[in-house]
C-alpha cells in the first residue's frame, strides 16, 4: 500500500515581485523621443556643428549659437556687395584660418582684396567664381554644393526662385560646411526653403541693423544692433566720427531756429 502524498498548502519560497512597467515621462512621451522633439516655441539644437557669427547678440539668436551647417541661410539686404563681407567676414575669417577655402560666386562687385586683408580673409584661401548670368551662378552653386568644396559657400542669386532654393536647400542638407545665399531685400516676400532668413542693413554709427525673419525657433520680433566699424576705417576713424549720429544730431539743434512770438496786429481807426 503505498504512502499517502503530503500535500504542503503553502510554498516557503518568497513569490516573485511582478515587474510593472516604468511610468512614461512628463508628456506621456518616451525619453528618446522627448530627447528628439523639437517645440516651436524653443530654439532648435544644431544637427551639426556651428560657426560663431562674430556677434555675440547674433551668435544668441541663432539656433545652436552660430552660422549653421547642412542647409542654407539666406542674407538680405537692400543694396548688394559690400554690406555681406561685413556680416559674413568673422565666420569666414575662422575659415580661412582653418586652412579652409571660401568660394564666392557671382559676387556684384570684384572682391577688394586689400579690405578682405583687413578683416583678416587670406586671398590665398579664397575662390572666386565669376559667373554672369543667373543660370551660371545656379549651375555653379548646385556643382560646389554637392562637391563639397570649400569650408564656406556664399553665392549670389538675386533671381533665384522659390523652386531653385529649394533645390539647393535639400543638396544642403548634405554639406556639412555653411552656404550662404545671397538675395535682395524684396526676397523677403517671397516663400524660401531655406531654414534661415536674415535681413541686414546699415545704420548710421557703422552698426549693422539686423532681423532675423525665419528661424527655427520662436519669432525675433526686436532689431539687432551690431557694431560693425570696417577694419580698413577702424584705425584711422576719429572718436566724433565712430558715432556721426551724435553730431548729425547737435547740427540739427544747432540749426534750430527759434522766431519770435506774433505781436498782435495795431489797427489806426481814422476819424472823419
Known amino acids: 500500500m503505498l504512502p499517502a502524498v503530503s500535500w504542503q498548502e503553502d510554498d516557503p519560497s518568497p513569490a516573485p515581485t511582478p515587474v510593472r512597467p516604468a511610468p512614461p515621462p512628463a508628456g506621456g512621451l518616451p525619453a528618446a523621443v522627448a530627447a528628439a522633439l523639437w517645440r516651436g516655441d524653443q530654439l532648435g539644437a544644431p544637427v551639426s556643428a556651428v560657426w560663431p557669427s562674430g556677434f555675440a547678440a547674433l551668435d544668441a539668436q541663432l539656433p545652436g549659437g552660430g552660422w549653421p551647417g547642412h542647409g542654407l541661410t539666406e542674407i538680405l539686404t ?38 578682405l586683408r583687413f578683416e583678416g580673409l587670406d586671398e590665398r584661401q579664397l575662390v572666386w567664381v565669376q559667373a554672369d548670368t543667373a543660370a551660371e551662378r545656379l549651375w555653379s552653386a548646385e556643382q560646389l554644393i554637392k562637391a563639397q568644396a570649400g569650408g564656406a559657400i556664399v553665392a549670389w542669386l538675386p533671381r533665384a526662385r522659390a523652386e531653385q532654393i529649394r533645390r539647393l536647400q535639400v543638396l544642403a542638407t548634405g554639406f556639412e560646411s555653411p552656404v550662404f545665399v545671397c538675395r535682395p531685400m524684396h526676397a523677403l516676400g517671397e516663400s524660401s526653403a531655406a531654414p534661415l532668413r ?23 520680433d526686436e532689431t539687432l544692433h551690431l557694431p560693425s566699424v570696417p577694419a580698413s576705417l ?3 576713424l576719429p572718436p566724433r566720427l565712430r558715432e556721426p549720429s551724435r553730431w548729425l544730431h547737435r547740427r540739427e539743434n544747432d540749426h534750430v531756429v527759434v522766431r519770435p512770438a506774433a505781436q498782435p496786429e495795431h489797427r489806426h481807426r481814422t476819424a472823419h
Open 78 to 115: 537692400p543694396h548688394s556687395g559690400t554690406l555681406e563681407w561685413r556680416l559674413l567676414g568673422p565666420a569666414l575669417r575662422q575659415v580661412c584660418a582653418a586652412g579652409q577655402a571660401v568660394v564666392v560666386i557671382g559676387p556684384p562687385l570684384a572682391p577688394h582684396l586689400p579690405g
Open 234 to 236: 577702424a584705425a584711422v
Open 198 to 220: 536674415v535681413q541686414a542693413c546699415v545704420g548710421v554709427d557703422w552698426e549693422l541693423h539686423l532681423r532675423i525673419a525665419k528661424r527655427k525657433g520662436p519669432p525675433l
